[in-house]
DNA sequence: GTGTAAACGAGACGGTACGTCGCGTCTTAAG
DNA sequence: CTTAAGACGCGACGTACCGTCTCGTTTACAC
C-alpha cells in the first residue's frame, strides 16, 4: 500500500496530558485578557503554561482555535441553561436583557468576547463550532422560555422563533461590536417592547 | 540649535504620488480578495504594488488602515445616495433590503468586507472612521427616507430612527456574520415587515 | 525510606536484548553511509531499527557513542591482526601500505570512516576508546613486524616504532583528510620508501 | 521568459554591514572558545553579535561556514609570512616545529582549531577553501625555505616540497588530533632530524 | 534652465514569531 | 524488568514580516 507524502502522523489522545491541555487554556485565556486576541503569540502561550510549543501545535491547528476553546471552556461547565418563567413574558425577558447589556458593558468580558467574535466571523468552521457549542444551547433556552409563552398566548403562535431571537438580540450586539452607541438597560428594555409588540400575538 | 527627540518628520500631502497611491490600494484590494485579510502583509502589497515599503508606511498607519482605506475607496465614489421613495414604505424598504441582501450574499463581496468587519470589530478607531466615513452617510439617507414616512403617518412619529435601522439591519447582519441561516428575499421581506409592525404608527 | 537524589538506576546488561543491540548497530551502520554522520538522528536510528529511543539511550551515552560502536563493530570481527613477514620489509610495507591506501580510496568506506574521524577529533573519550579498540590492536601488529625487522637489522635498532608508524601513515591519513592530494600505490611505495632511509640501520 | 520557482533572491554585497559582519565574526569567534564548536548555535552568535538571524542567512550558507570565516578572518590579516633562514636549515626548522608545537599545545588554540578540523574534514568543499586561503600560503612559505636549503645543498635536489612538508607536519598534526602523545620541543627536534635524514641530499 | 529638497523604488537591518525537528526524559501497555 | 511506542519540556532550526534605516534616482518647485 501507498503511503503518500506520509500523513501527519496524528497523535494518541488516550496519551494526552490533561495537566498540559488546563495550562494552556488557561494562559490563553489570561493573555487575551492582558494583551487582546491579536498580540497574543503561540510562544507566549506556551512560555506562559510552561509547555513545549510542540504540546499546542500537536491538540490544535491554530492560535485561533487554543483561544476559542480557552474561551469555551469557561462557559462549558456543562450546566444545562434555564430562563426565569414567572408567567409575565415581558418581566422575564427585561430582566434577561438588562442582565446581558451589563455583561457586555463590563470591561473584563470586553477582549476575549472581542477575540471570540473576530475568530468566529474570520472563520467558517468556528462559526459552526461556535454555534454548535455556545450559541446553540443557549438559544434553545431562551427558545424554550419563548414557546412558554407562545402557549400563554403572550406572543404569536406561529411567530419564527429563530426571528424572534435575531430581532432582540442582533441590535444589541451590533451596537456593541460596532460601538455605534450606549448599552444601557433603556436600551434593554426597549429591545423587549419593541420585539414583543412585532411579535405580539394577532388580537 | 539641538533638535531635541525631534519630531516625527511628518511628510507633505503636496508631493504625495498619486501614482503610488492608487498602486497601493489596488494591491491591497487585490490581495485582500485572494487570500483573505489575514494572510495579505504589508510586504506583499508593496510588492504587488511596485512600491517601496517607506511609501505606505509614509502615508498609512497600519496594515488594516491601508485595507480599510482601499475598500472605502471603491464605495466612496462620492455620489451623493438617495433611497427610493414612491409612498409606499414597505414596497421600498423590501426593494432596498432584497438588494442588500443580494449584496451580502454575492461572493465577490464576501472577502472584502469580512476584511472590513474584522477592522471595525477590532480597532476601536476604525470603528468610528468606519462609522462617519461608510455607515453614516449611508445611515442617513436611510433616515431620510424613514422621516418621509413619518410624515406620511406610516411610521410611528416618535419612533428612534437610530433603533428602527437596527431592527431592521442588525438581524441581517449578524446572520451574514455568523453564517447563522441563509439570505433570501424571502428573509428580506420578513424584516421589514415585522420592523413596520414594531415601529407602527399608534392606532 | 526515602531515595535521596537515587543514582541513575543502571539497567542490568544480563537482560539486555541482542536482538535490539544488532538493529540498532545495523541501522546506525546504514544510516550513516546514506545521509552522512551529522544528518543521522537518535529518531532516525530508533525509527529505522525498530526499537524505542529510550532503548538506545539505555544502553549508549550519546549519538556519537552509537556510530562509533556501530563502525567498531564491522571491524572487531575478532580476527587478530597478522602483517605479512617474508623478511624482506620494504617489500611488506608496500604490500600493507598499497592495500590501505585502496582502503581509503574506496568511497564505500568514506562516510563510515569521516564520521569516526569527526567523533574522534571532537571528543577526548571516543579518542581514548578509539585508541584503545581500534587503533591499538592494529599498531601493535605493524609494531610486531618493525621489531621483526629490526631483528633482521633492516631497521635502527633503537628506533621509537610509534614516531615509525607515524612517519609512515600520518602524511597519507592527513591527505586523505583535507583532500589534499592523490591517494596512488606509487605515494604508498614513497612513503615507505621514505621511512626506511629515515629509519634506516646506522651503517 | 520562465522565472521557474522563483531563485532564492541573492542580496546586494555592496548594500553589507560592515559592522554587521565583523560583530557576527567576532562573535562567532568567541562563542567557538567558550562553548566548542558544537554547542555554538546560529542563535547565540546572532544575539552575541546583536544581529537578526537573517543577516546571517543573508551573508553565510551554514554555520560551518560563519566560523570557519571568523577563524580564517584571525589569520588573514593579509601579512605575507616569511621563515627564517640563517642558512642552517635544521636549527631553522626546529625553530619553526618548536614554535608550531607549543601553538598546538595553547589551549587558548585548540577550541577554534579543532572546530576548523571538524569543518575541513567533512565538507569537501570548505577543505578547498581552507587549502586555498590558510594552508596554501603558509605551505608556500615553507617550501620557498626548503628550495633556498635546496640550492644550498641541504636537501635532496630532487625531493618533492610537498611530500616533506607531509612527513614534517603530518605525524604532529595527527599526535594533536588523535591525542595519542605528549607534544614536547624534543618531539618538534625528532621530527625534524628523521625528515633531514629521509630527504637528505645524495652523499 | 538649474539647484535643491522631497518623495520615491529598493532593500538591508535588528527583531519577533512562526511551524518543524530533534533532543533526552518520562509514562504507558504488552510481553 | 525490559521493551516499543510515543507524549512531554525544551531549544535551535530556517523563513516570513515587522517597522526603521539608508541608499541612489526621479520629480517638481523655487530660483
Known amino acids: 500500500m501507498l503511503r503518500g507524502v506520509s500523513s501527519p502522523r496524528k497523535p494518541n489522545p488516550a496519551r494526552r496530558s490533561e495537566r498540559s491541555r488546563q495550562a494552556v487554556l488557561d494562559a490563553a485565556r489570561r493573555l487575551v485578557s492582558e494583551l487582546g486576541y491579536d498580540k497574543v503569540s503561540i510562544e507566549a502561550i506556551a512560555a506562559r503554561a510552561g509547555v513545549g510549543k510542540q504540546t499546542i501545535y500537536r491538540w490544535w491547528p491554530s492560535k485561533g482555535a487554543v483561544i476559542f476553546d480557552s474561551i469555551l471552556a469557561l462557559s462549558a461547565d456543562g450546566e444545562s441553561i434555564r430562563l426565569p418563567d414567572t408567567g409575565d413574558l415581558e418581566a422575564d425577558l427585561k430582566t434577561v436583557m438588562r442582565a446581558t447589556v451589563a455583561e457586555f458593558a463590563d470591561p473584563a468580558f470586553e477582549a476575549p468576547v472581542r477575540a471570540l467574535t473576530l475568530q468566529v466571523v474570520g472563520d ?27 402557549r400563554a398566548g403572550q406572543l404569536a403562535a406561529d411567530a419564527d422563533l429563530d426571528l424572534v431571537l435575531e430581532v432582540l438580540y442582533a441590535p444589541l450586539y451590533q451596537r456593541w461590536q460596532l460601538r455605534s452607541g450606549a448599552l444601557t438597560p433603556e436600551y434593554a428594555d426597549r429591545l423587549v417592547e419593541i420585539t414583543l409588540r412585532a411579535f405580539a400575538p394577532c388580537a
Not at 454555534?131 to 446553540?136: A, D, F, P, T, V
Open 124 to 150: 467558517p468552521g468556528l462559526a459552526a463550532l461556535y454555534r454548535e457549542k455556545l450559541s446553540g444551547p443557549v438559544d434553545e433556552a431562551k427558545k424554550e422560555r419563548l414557546r412558554s409563552a407562545q
